[in-house]
């Protein structure tokens, strides 16, 4: 079984609604980092949560990582078609630090 | 120039073929990875080398195989190619120095597509 599920696996909303994309882990997250992709392309960093609690946020996208640390959520405000692509995540589930395992992704799109 | 280099990004080939993916880096990070990604089923990791004398088996290994040449080189092989080895292949970079202030994060390549008839 996956150790880090990410739901939805897709997600079609209208351009200007929210959204949540959330990632769930088996196990302690000891870091969840969380990517964008465009569709074939490299991945880019978006950002990294550690502490139980912690929320960042960066333009319109939002990241939280629960105080259990086992769970995470993006949450977009007002979506855009610059943020089309697929969302995944990544965590540290050893506490070492020496690799990342990544969820399935969710596929969005973003339509007018 | 990207900080993380694949070659080549597009190959075909055919089954019972030999074929190595190559990648660079000028980030300067001891740590390389490679991934490799198959649509809903996210990324796997295949292989992660600490420095040029270090090795590590990832998640999906067989029928893969690995060379660190140097610090910035890490190359991937698959020495008889079989069709379920179709996917886009990641390489990737970190830097293990905590004391620098950076996060663990992983730096990726523009990846490599490859198909095997």
């Known amino acids: 079984s996956q150790e880090l599920e990410q739901s939805p696996q897709s997600l079609i909303v209208q351009e200007g609604k929210n959204l949540t994309i959330n990632c769930t882990s088996s196990?302690?997250?000891?870091?969840l980092y969380w990517y964008k992709q465009k569709y074939g392309e490299g991945l880019i960093f978006l950002m990294m949560?550690?502490?139980?609690?912690e929320e960042k946020s960066h333009e319109k996208i939002t990241a939280k990582l629960d105080e259990k640390k086992q769970q995470s959520s993006l949450h977009i405000t007002a979506s855009q078609p610059s943020h089309a692509g697929i969302y995944l995540c990544?965590?540290?589930?050893?506490?070492?630090?020496?690799?990342?395992?990544f969820g399935t992704g969710t596929r969005l799109q973003v339509t007018l | 120039d990207a900080d993380v280099t694949q070659t080549p990004r597009n190959r075909i080939t055919k089954t019972g073929k030999r074929i190595m993916l190559e990648c660079s880096q000028t980030?300067?990070?001891?740590?390389m990875y490679w991934y490799r990604q198959d649509p809903g089923l996210g990324l796997q990791l295949i292989y992660y080398?600490?420095?040029?004398?270090?090795?590590n088996k990832g998640e999906i290994s067989d029928g893969y195989s690995v060379s660190r040449q140097a610090q910035a080189k890490f190359s991937l092989s698959l020495e008889s190619a079989i069709p379920n080895q179709t996917a886009l292949y990641f390489c990737?970079?970190?830097?293990?120095?905590?004391?620098?202030?950076?996060?663990?994060?992983?730096?990726f390549g523009e990846g490599s597509r490859l198909t095997v008839l």
């Open positions: 196990k302690t997250l000891y870091g």
């Open positions: 990544g965590a540290d589930l050893t506490g070492t630090a020496s690799k990342l395992t």
């Open positions: 980030k300067g990070h001891d740590r």
């Open positions: 949560l550690q502490k139980g609690g």
């Open positions: 990737a970079t970190s830097d293990a120095s905590r004391d620098r202030g950076n996060t663990g994060e992983l730096f």
């Open positions: 080398s600490f420095d040029v004398k270090d090795i």
